[in-house]
Structure formats: structure tokens, C-alpha cells
Nanobody, 119 residues
């Protein structure tokens, strides 16, 4: 059984920073792409950033220059460093990972972590 566990959300003032982490656990799996989505109240879930197993990254325009995605393959962990946070970044952030097990290959999701940007 593969699980993704997130940590690092919280309340921060505009202009502040947060670092999210998401660790995959289980046995006998291979991780391909990893990334982060977010969902604000009343809005659809949207992609924030993704990273391949080789370290190639992709960002949506509204976070370019402010957010940095990275991963530690040895720890099966993906990170999202968020700087210059804005109130409109307030959302629940979900990590995902494209994982292949002995049974199948599919996306797994974290439980979500709340990020609130407010003064």
C-alpha cells in the first residue's frame, strides 16, 4: 500500500514563505512524475508545479519566479518552496505522484495541507 503524507502548511503573512513536503511510503514501487495541485474555495483544483524523476520542472505562470519544486529521490519526497506569497495563493495544496507498483501504475494523492496567506 502506497501512501503520500504532506506537511508544512500553515498561516503566513503576505510576502512570507512556506515549504511544503510530501513523502511517499510503502514497498516495491517506482515513482515517476511528482507535483503539486491546489484548490481554493469555490474553485477547481489546478496544477501548480511538477517535476520528473530526472528533475525537469514545470510551473504554471502564476507561480513562476516565486515557487520552486524539488525532489529527493532517495527519500521519495517532493518539496514546494513558496516565496513572496500572496493572498490569492490561499488554498489547500495537494501533492501527487505517478507511481507504479506490482499491481498497477496510477496517480496517488496526499491528504492536502492548508495554506493561508493573510495579514
Amino acid at each position: 500500500q502506497v501512501q503520500l503524507v504532506e506537511s508544512g502548511g500553515g498561516l503566513v503573512q503576505p510576502g512570507g514563505s512556506l515549504r511544503l513536503s510530501c513523502a511517499a511510503s510503502g514497498s516495491r514501487f517506482v515513482i515517476y512524475d511528482m507535483g503539486w495541485y491546489r484548490q481554493a474555495p469555490g474553485k477547481q483544483r489546478e496544477l501548480v508545479a511538477s517535476i520528473t524523476s530526472g528533475g525537469n520542472t514545470n510551473y504554471v505562470d502564476f507561480v513562476k519566479g516565486r515557487f520552486t519544486i524539488s525532489r529527493d529521490n532517495g527519500k521519495n519526497t517532493v518539496y514546494l518552496e513558496m516565496n513572496s506569497l500572496k493572498p490569492e495563493d490561499t488554498a489547500v495544496y495537494y501533492c501527487y505522484a505517478d507511481i507504479e507498483t506490482m499491481l498497477h501504475r496510477r496517480h496517488y494523492w496526499g491528504q492536502g495541507t492548508q495554506v493561508t496567506v493573510s495579514s
